[in-house]
């Protein structure tokens, strides 16, 4: 096994580890008042069960999992203390060590995640100076409810983001903007969802009932919200697979512009929400070539001034596809751009300088690269460096000079194959 075979077992291993540490402390300080608890071993049970039934019931999104238990981890936190809120966030691991094919190294990782995501803020709530509520105290500090909830948030998100940057062998800051940034506002909210279950403890069980429908009407709404984005995501890969159906040039030239899009405008710094409706733009940057001639994008040679005039309009065609498909209207304005210079003397509506949306000027670097490096029928790839050195050529004329920076800073195309010409 090499090192790097070894490096998530050596994490989950220290997990485990600081995991043991952790509650050892929290028993440490806990020890005298842990009779205490005989009093409400049926609220502790009734969260038991709550919490295994909502990672029987969790949601799978594109950030990641979505478990309507983290707000019970809070609530146990909060009412029991550091020490059985560990107890009770062990429990919701149980229905995992029953899954086969997993590894014992995730297994235990996980688990550990877990019981961390609640006595790591329970140990803060306690240092914080507030009491569990189950020993009367009916009013901690706000200040030690929403550090509980937060850290807690933080905890999560941090050890997922390491946990799958080691195990899936990949950059941790992509992972962190990616995943664990998109997720953290909903699981902060979720704790103060958290808080506030807490405090109906107080009052008995019967009160609990009345936050059963809130969390369950909260995963509906994931569930639906996923649902809906996998519609859309199969209506754009229609959108892409009827222009490769019609231009056999664009097999795989759409997804690769994608793929250089986005690492652009990781670059560049633009937000992951935003960066997703641009990945869907560079999908469908080329749609209006539906409407062209089948016998101009298919030509072997050179095109005629009119077999040009003919092809500049399928970012005009783009643009009227998408105008009457609400959810796809954000992104005409950078597909109809998608051709324009910023010395104004490109195609479409003859836009120049910042007149041209940025996210134009990204897709026309990436498209121009991968336009460059594919083979044609009458002309083979350039090579990366000849292809970079075009763009070099066209900072400031043809493209946006922070765009081709941005792009020579994420290195993507060095590390790709020329697309070969696609036959049929």
């Not at 998109?182 to 405090?199: C, I, R, Y």
Request: hydrophobic content about 50%.
């Amino acid at each position: 096994m090499s090192h790097r075979d070894l490096r998530f077992p050596l994490f989950s291993a220290l997990v485990v580890v600081f995991l043991a540490g952790s509650v050892a402390l929290a028993f440490w300080q806990e020890a005298p008042s842990l009779p205490a608890i005989g009093a409400h071993l049926d609220t502790l049970l009734v969260l038991v069960v709550a919490v295994v039934a909502a990672e029987l019931a969790d949601v799978v999104l594109p950030s990641g999992q979505i478990s309507v238990s983290y707000p019970l981890y809070v609530a146990s936190v909060v009412f029991f203390g550091p020490l059985m809120a560990g107890v009770v966030a062990a429990t919701s691991a149980v229905p995992q060590w029953f899954e086969r094919g997993q590894p014992i190294a995730l297994k235990a990782f996980n688990t550990a995640q877990m019981c961390l995501t609640a006595v790591v803020p329970g140990l803060v709530f306690v240092a914080l100076g507030a009491r569990p509520l189950y020993l009367g105290d009916l009013s901690p500090s706000v200040i030690a409810l929403v550090a509980a909830g937060t850290i807690g948030a933080i905890v999560n998100l941090g050890l997922s983001a390491m946990g799958v940057s080691l195990y899936k062998d990949v950059n941790l800051g992509p992972v962190v903007v990616t995943v664990a940034l998109p997720m953290l506002p909903s699981q902060v909210a979720l704790g103060l969802v958290g808080l506030a279950v807490a405090q109906v403890l107080t009052i008995g069980l019967a009160g609990f009932a009345l936050f059963v429908v809130p969390l369950l009407v909260a995963r509906q709404t994931y569930q639906r919200s996923e649902k809906l984005r996998q519609a859309y995501a199969d209506t754009i890969a229609s959108l892409v697979g009827a222009i490769e159906a019609k231009d056999v040039y664009t097999k795989g030239h759409s997804v690769r512009v994608a793929t250089y899009a986005v690492a652009i405008a990781r670059q560049l710094g633009i937000g992951e929400q935003r960066i997703g409706r641009l990945e869907w733009a560079a999908m469908l940057h080329d749609i209006g070539k539906v409407g062209i001639s089948q016998r101009i994008l298919a030509k072997n040679a050179g095109l005629s001034d009119d077999e040009y005039t003919e092809i500049k309009r399928h970012p005009e065609i783009g643009a009227h596809i998408l105008a009457d498909v609400r959810y796809l209207a954000d992104l005409i304005p950078s597909i109809e751009a998608h051709h324009e210079r910023l010395d104004g003397r490109g195609y479409g509506r003859g836009l120049s300088g910042d007149e041209i949306p940025l996210d134009a000027r990204v897709l026309a670097v990436a498209d121009a690269y991968d336009a460059m490096t594919s083979t044609r029928s009458y002309r083979p790839a350039m090579s990366h460096e000849s292809a970079v050195a075009e763009l070099e050529r066209g900072r400031g004329t043809q493209f946006d000079d922070s765009v081709v920076t941005a792009f020579l800073a994420a290195d993507v195309g060095a590390h790709s194959e020329p697309a070969d010409e696609v036959t049929t």
